[in-house]
């Protein structure tokens, strides 16, 4: 059973961090990129970063440029987004998903979701 599972949301002052994880099963992890998306409450989903399946980072979103960093650990079928400066517009639902390029994320060719973590930056 294929399963991408977000962890490490929760409530962050502004100009805090967040590391989030997102840990995957049943399908083979090395031949996939993992991008993260977020939903703002009464927004659109949208495209935040990739880290390509031969580790090169795509940032989808210029916001977040210089505050987010992405890394994948093969050996533990994990990739972490590393959340530094948060401030308000950052607070979303934030969701990984899987495909064999960034490219093909971007363009909602996904193959894969997870669930989703709640992400709130707030006093």
């Known amino acids: 059973q294929v399963q991408l599972v977000e962890s490490g949301g929760g409530l962050v002052q502004p100009g805090g961090s967040l590391r989030l994880s997102c840990a995957a099963s049943?399908?083979?992890?090395?031949?996939?990129?993992i991008g993260w998306f977020r939903q703002a409450p009464g927004k659109e989903r949208e495209g935040v970063i990739c880290i390509s399946y031969n580790d090169f980072t795509t940032y989808y979103l210029a916001s977040v440029r210089g505050r987010f960093t992405i890394s994948r650990d093969n050996a533990k079928n994990t990739v972490y987004l590393q959340m530094n400066s948060l401030n308000s517009e950052d607070t979303a639902v934030y969701y990984c998903?899987?495909?064999?390029?960034?490219?093909?994320?971007?363009?909602?060719?996904?193959?894969?979701w997870g669930q989703g973590t709640q992400v709130t930056i707030s006093l």
């Open positions: 998903a899987a495909a064999p390029f960034c490219q093909g994320l971007r363009k909602g060719e996904i193959e894969y």
């Open positions: 049943g399908f083979t992890f090395d031949y996939y990129s």
